[in-house]
């Protein structure tokens, strides 16, 4: 620390030894922290069953070396030693900037979206990612009411999303209804459930509520796995229906969609309705969310918030509040899963992990939390940006967790910062994210 | 269904329990421990367990590759090599994702938190491949208790290993606690933070050790695991993580004996609970005890009620 005061009072000067001293206990650090996981790999042999060891000195050194010359440069860089300013990262400039690009960025990325399966219309794989990437974005506005607006930290987001799914599957195989009737009924299950279980729990502060949650997801996740007779186990549901274009199935005969609007029968057709559906749903959400923002309970929402007890002595319901939440949040969950289930056509336990809550949590995180366009965004650069870098696969939730800790570090307030008010008079003011950032110590 | 009925099943599921329950309650101690002075779960903790189990893995296989074979010893230098390093990683999360953190909102250490679990679980998975890792067993033997009509109450040496260890970290747990200077500082720190660094406390150290000294048990508990189950996977942080922090939260979290009884409880519940129910629900009945007790029983069995001040 005594280097970084020195340096800092020097000025300009740099202060070398001072940092090749930072980057070296950064390296023995490393060097410790790396040495068995990164420096040995245990590998099974064919054989005998046992594990052997294989060495890496050049991964190791190299990772090494690596954190070295980062640390080195940035003590360099920043000359006061051991702390690292978050403001100086991203200039006020820039930000600004941003914020004036976001006017813009809504009505482009709506546009993009809304041609997109005309742009692409030969391209299946990208069809599938932009249906992919919409089903995120609408998983993350569904999120965004929960943890964005109403502040409260829900780990077990795809519990619900699993509700939808499985709701949608098991009604639509066993009553035989159509798709357009089942999507709500399913969101409504989930939105049922969310109130079940938000009913006890609500009472709980934040980070209990976030644990408790997490143990409901696991529960429910557990439960369709073990439940067998209902749920297929481990081994999931198939056959799921298939919507149709409000009645006309998307089938190559001459009661399918292609017969009736006289077209050449191609599988893109539905490919192409699936992605105008999640669109449709994902603007619903998104419509839904900011006029809810005005009704009181969203104010409601935003207050609690920024101050629980503020809110309680101000004579608003808390528990009623989380609960509407909840089940909004849980609600547009379940219409989402459903929409996966059907897009599919099969669903197992496996894709209702934590992994999955954890994804839609980076991606709210990410986005900012309770800005609409910020987790559009975020699902975006995620879900596919990550696309761009195939063969990476492996690293990609490694990397989302280093963005989630970096983001809470850097800009706790997410990439899209500032907040601008639900409610004004006479103008609009772009509140920026320092003020919001200071109304939150 | 006739052998469950009898008292020597019971007896040997009690057992088995206590063990178990041994490893919850060692990381159970760095939930409560963190959560008591800073007031965040440290969600990365059952992972942090997790990386000590690998690192105990690899130590030992580094150990007998480079001639050592003698058990007792292997594992003793095992045990030092394991506490040490999986201290410096809970140095490093708590330095990277926790401390920048100190004065943001009250949900940005958690969610910093689950991103460093994210990052340890996946870091991992890409070191050392997602496949189970077994180790041959190297505690062997045991004592039969009592046998009668056939059935044999055991009670093996990795036990008694397990039980004993826990019980003298512990014992010089609570030493550290009650009786040096830290303990002293970590006791005030928990008690008021800021009125702690105003008198002199450096509460960045203390916190900081805090984190290390719960790295080095969940280490120690991470060697049990590996001996007590003989695998390990990339992923056994997150069940165990959960469970330790119900054990932390059932006992009372903030109180060192309430991590260590809750962690028997959840061990026992656990054991008796597959023994005499369902073992594909033994995890749903863990989570559901968490429920449970977070509703009904915030403060836990040994714990302060905590008011909110404005």
């Given at each position: 620390?005594t280097?970084?005061a020195?340096?800092?009072?020097?000025?300009?000067?740099?202060?070398?030894a001072?940092?090749l001293?930072?980057?070296?206990?950064a390296?023995l650090?490393a060097?410790?922290?790396?040495?068995?996981?990164?420096?040995?790999?245990?590998?099974?042999?064919?054989i005998?069953?046992q594990?052997?060891?294989?060495?890496?000195?050049f991964?190791?050194?190299?990772?090494?070396a690596?954190?070295?010359?980062?640390r080195?440069?940035?003590?360099?860089?920043?000359?006061?030693?051991?702390?690292?300013?978050?403001?100086?990262?991203?200039?006020?400039?820039?930000?600004?900037?941003?914020?004036?690009?976001?006017?813009?960025?809504?009505p482009?990325?709506?546009a993009f979206?809304?041609?997109?399966?005309?742009?692409?219309?030969?391209?299946r794989?990208?069809?599938?990612?932009?249906i992919?990437?919409l089903?995120y974005?609408?998983?993350?506005?569904?999120?965004?009411?929960?943890?964005?607006?109403?502040?409260?930290?829900?780990?077990?987001y795809?519990?619900?999303?699993?509700?939808?799914?499985?709701?949608?599957?098991l009604?639509?195989?066993?009553?035989g209804?159509?798709?357009?009737?089942?999507?709500?009924?399913?969101?409504i299950?989930?939105?049922f459930?969310?109130?079940?279980?938000?009913f006890?729990?609500?009472r709980l502060?934040?980070d209990?509520?976030?644990?408790?949650?997490?143990?409901f997801?696991?529960?429910i996740?557990?439960?369709i796995?073990?439940?067998?007779?209902?749920?297929?186990?481990?081994?999931g549901?198939?056959?799921?229906p298939r919507?149709?274009?409000?009645g006309?199935?998307?089938?190559d005969?001459?009661?399918?969609f292609a017969?009736a609007?006289g077209?050449e029968?191609?599988?893109?057709?539905?490919?192409?309705?699936?992605?105008?559906?999640?669109?449709?749903?994902?603007l619903?959400?998104?419509?839904?969310?900011?006029?809810?923002?005005?009704l009181?309970?969203?104010?409601?929402w935003?207050?609690?918030r920024?101050d629980?007890i503020?809110?309680?002595?101000?004579?608003?319901?808390?528990?009623?509040?989380?609960?509407?939440?909840?089940?909004?949040?849980?609600?547009?969950?379940?219409i989402?899963?459903?929409f996966?289930?059907?897009?599919?056509?099969?669903?197992?336990?496996?894709s209702f992990v934590?992994?999955e809550?954890a994804?839609?949590?980076?991606?709210?995180?990410?986005g900012?939390?309770g800005?609409q366009?910020?987790?559009?965004?975020?699902?975006?650069?995620m879900i596919?940006?990550?696309e761009?870098?195939r063969?990476?696969e492996?690293?990609?939730m490694l990397v989302?967790?280093?963005?989630?800790?970096a983001?809470?570090?850097?800009?706790?307030?997410?990439?899209?910062?500032?907040r601008?008010?639900?409610?004004h008079?006479?103008?609009?003011?772009?509140?920026?994210?320092?003020?919001?950032e200071e109304?939150?110590? | 269904?006739?052998?469950?009925?009898?008292?020597?099943?019971f007896?040997?599921?009690?057992?088995?329990?206590?063990?178990l329950?041994s490893?919850?309650?060692?990381?159970?101690i760095?939930?409560?421990?963190?959560?008591?002075i800073?007031?965040?779960?440290?969600?990365?903790?059952?992972?942090?367990?997790m990386?000590?189990?690998?690192?105990?893995l690899?130590?030992?296989?580094?150990?007998v590759?480079?001639?050592?074979?003698?058990?007792p010893?292997a594992?003793?230098l095992?045990?030092?090599?394991?506490?040490?390093l999986?201290?410096?990683?809970?140095?490093a999360?708590?330095r990277?994702?926790?401390?920048?953190?100190?004065?943001?909102f009250?949900?940005a250490?958690?969610?910093?938190?689950?991103?460093?679990?994210?990052?340890l679980?996946?870091?991992?998975?890409?070191?050392?491949?997602?496949?189970?890792?077994?180790?041959?067993?190297l505690?062997?033997?045991?004592y039969?208790?009592?046998?009668?009509?056939?059935?044999?109450?055991?009670?093996?040496?990795?036990?008694?290993?397990?039980?004993?260890t826990?019980?003298?970290?512990?014992?010089?747990?609570s030493?550290?606690?009650?009786?040096?200077?830290l303990?002293?500082?970590?006791?005030?720190?928990e008690?008021?933070?800021?009125?702690?660094?105003?008198?002199?406390?450096?509460?960045?150290?203390?916190?900081?050790?805090?984190?290390?000294?719960?790295?080095?048990?969940?280490a120690?508990?991470?060697?049990?695991?590996l001996?007590y189950y003989?695998?390990?996977?990339f992923f056994?942080?997150?069940?165990a993580?959960?469970k330790?922090?119900?054990?932390?939260?059932?006992?009372?979290i903030?109180?060192?004996p309430g991590?260590?009884?809750?962690?028997?409880?959840?061990?026992m519940?656990?054991?008796?609970?597959?023994?005499?129910f369902?073992?594909?629900y033994?995890d749903?009945?863990a989570?559901?005890?968490?429920?449970?007790?977070?509703?009904f029983?915030p403060?836990g069995?040994?714990?302060?009620?905590?008011v909110?001040?404005?």
């Open positions: 620390m280097n970084g020195e340096s800092a009072r020097a000025g300009t000067k740099l202060d070398v001072g940092a001293k930072d980057a070296g206990l390296a650090v060097f410790g922290l790396f040495s068995l996981i990164l420096g040995l790999r245990t590998e099974q042999s064919q005998s069953q594990l052997a060891l294989i060495p890496r000195p991964l190791l050194a190299a990772a090494v690596i954190v070295f010359a980062g080195f440069a940035v003590a360099l860089w920043f000359r006061r030693g051991v702390d690292i300013d978050p403001g100086a990262l991203v200039p006020a400039g820039l930000a600004a900037k941003l914020d004036r690009l976001g006017h813009y960025a809504a482009a990325l709506l979206a809304l041609a997109t399966p005309f742009l692409f219309y030969s391209n794989y990208i069809l599938d990612l932009g992919l990437v089903t974005v609408m998983l993350g506005w569904g999120l965004n009411v929960v943890v964005g607006l109403a502040g409260l930290l829900d780990l077990g795809v519990a619900f999303y699993a509700v939808g799914a499985y709701s949608y599957a009604i639509a195989q066993h009553f209804l159509s798709f357009w009737i089942c999507l709500p009924l399913a969101g299950f989930a939105a459930w969310g109130v079940l279980l938000g006890p729990v609500l502060r934040g209990y509520l976030a644990i408790v949650t997490l143990a997801g696991e529960i996740r557990l439960v796995i073990n439940w067998q007779s209902l749920t297929g186990g481990p081994n549901i198939s056959g799921i919507p149709s274009f409000f006309i199935p998307f089938s005969d001459e009661h399918g017969a609007f077209l029968f191609t599988p893109t057709h539905r490919v192409v309705f699936l992605f105008y559906v999640i669109l449709a749903l994902a619903l959400t998104n419509f839904v969310t900011l006029r809810l923002r005005r009181p309970i969203g104010r409601a935003e207050a609690l920024e629980e503020a809110c309680r002595s101000l004579g608003i319901n808390t528990t009623h509040t989380k609960l509407t939440a909840f089940a909004i949040g849980a609600l547009i969950g379940g989402a899963g459903s996966f289930a059907t897009r599919q056509g099969f669903i197992s336990p496996e934590f992994m809550s994804l839609v949590l980076a991606i709210v995180v990410l900012g939390m800005s366009l910020g987790v559009a965004i975020a699902a975006l650069v596919g940006g990550f761009l870098f063969g990476f492996q690293f990609r989302f967790g280093l963005v989630m800790v983001i809470m570090v850097w800009r706790p307030r997410g990439l899209v910062a500032h601008s008010p639900s409610v008079l006479v103008e609009r003011k772009i509140i920026p994210a320092a003020i919001v109304a939150r110590r | 269904m006739g052998e469950r009925g009898r008292v020597e099943y007896l040997q599921q009690f057992i088995n329990g206590i063990a329950g490893i919850y309650g060692l990381v159970a760095g939930y409560t421990m963190v959560y008591g800073i007031g965040m779960i440290n969600f990365a903790h059952g992972d942090v367990f990386v000590g189990a690998f690192l105990a690899i130590a030992f296989l580094a150990l590759a480079i001639g050592l074979t003698a058990i010893l594992l003793f095992v045990l030092l090599i394991a506490m040490a999986t201290a410096l990683y809970g140095w999360v708590e990277i994702a926790y401390r920048p953190l100190r004065g943001s009250r949900l250490p958690l969610i910093s938190a689950i991103g460093m679990s994210i990052v679980q996946n870091y991992i998975q890409i070191t050392q491949g997602a496949r189970v890792k077994p180790l041959p067993p505690v062997t033997g045991g039969t208790l009592l046998e009668h009509d056939g059935f044999a109450v055991q009670l093996s040496n990795i036990q008694i290993l397990i039980v004993l826990t019980f003298v970290l512990m014992l010089a747990f030493w550290l606690v009650a009786a040096t200077r303990g002293r500082d970590m006791r005030a720190c008690q008021d933070l800021k009125m702690a660094s105003l008198l002199g406390v450096d509460t960045d150290r203390t916190i900081s050790l805090t984190f290390v000294i719960g790295a080095a048990l969940a120690v508990a991470g060697i049990m695991y001996l003989g695998v390990i996977d056994i942080g997150f069940v993580g959960v330790a922090f119900t054990a932390a939260v059932l006992g009372g903030g109180s060192l991590a260590m009884l809750g962690g028997l409880l959840i061990g519940i656990e054991t008796l609970w597959s023994a005499y369902s073992i594909e033994k749903v009945a989570f559901s005890i968490l429920v449970l007790v977070l509703i029983l403060t069995i040994l714990g302060r009620p905590d909110e001040k404005v």
